[in-house]
């Protein structure tokens, strides 16, 4: 009793059953699809308040670079949204090191077939110049002379594509080892207490993988122009085998340091520093080669932001060596970054509170613009 009486009956049952499942799994993907839009716009809010719009499209366009073509990203793409910094893309690589020691070595090369020719020190007409970046895209200009001293040697030459200089010293230091050079330049508490145009100078982030870290430096500018804030990532080296060390700096976003609208943010920022010690890292002497660009975004023409890193770029290394000097001479205990490997200070998790790891306090005149 109360079966139905036909298979055609039974047939309809069984496709009505069917019909309510699938209307049941409609509404059941409507729902999740509705959460998942929702969520999306919050996240979108969340960002759009944090970030600027050019701050976006670069996340975005990175987000989408990173993704697109290779399945299997969505772990970097929930990190992202998370808010993490992705080290895997943005690390800086051996071969960066490395093509900065090749530069140096060019350098160094030519510097010894022009003393063998009986011509000066070093080079100083543009065709003689080292290559320098291999790798980008357009063809690069020629290196100019801008100012040639005894143990200071400065170089520029434009940007392809802007209207912007990439700048290039050669100099010698006789009065100071290179391990104390080098710690005072990597020593980020010290740079507080000697650089008077520095507003804010912290460690954000530390890679366990390569020892880099990401920074974020903010700076003073020349009245009228607002004060300058970078995040950059850094890394170094010691090579004691073949008596070379390097630190290389570039820009970068991180999400921990959103655009502030009390600074200008410098989004273009490249840095490599090279020193050869004479001797040893212990003993009085070296040569360094620092090849240095950014986009500082002034509305002011080329030649004067061409003639304020001309005179900016020697004040500021004269305001470093002076700073060693300090530190040497009245015994300012600064971080060993050459005895403490990268890999031994620090973690993958956010580091905001600097060392303090020394007993005095140097401080020097202030300098026009940065370069470290």
Known sequence: RGRPSSPGARRAQRGGARG?????????????????????????????????ETSRRVLLGRLWRRLHGRPGHASALMAALAGAFVWDEERIQEEELQRSIDEMKRLEEMSHVFQRSGVDCHPSEPKSQPEGNEDSGGKEQPWEMVMDKKHFKLWRRPITGTHLYQYRVFGTYTDVTPRQFFNVQLDTEYRKKWDALVIKLEVIERDVVSGSEVLHWVTHFPYPMYSRDYVYV???????ENNVMVLVSRAVEHPSVPESPEFVRVRSYESQMVIRPHKSFDENGFDYLLTYSDNPQTVFPRYCVSWMVSSGMPDFL???????????????????????????????????????ERKNEGSCGPARIEYA
């Open 20 to 52: 309510s499942g699938q209307a049941l799994l409609a509404n059941q993907c409507r729902f999740v699809t509705g959460l998942r839009v929702r969520r999306a716009q919050q996240i979108a809010q969340l960002y759009g308040r944090l970030y600027s």
């Open 318 to 356: 004269e305001k470093l060596h002076m700073a060693t000097l300090k530190a040497k001479n009245m015994e300012i205990k600064v971080k060993d970054y050459i005895s403490s490997k990268p890999l031994e200070t620090g973690s993958e998790a956010k580091a905001t509170t600097p060392s303090s």
């Open 234 to 240: 850094r890394r170094y080296s010691v090579d004691q």
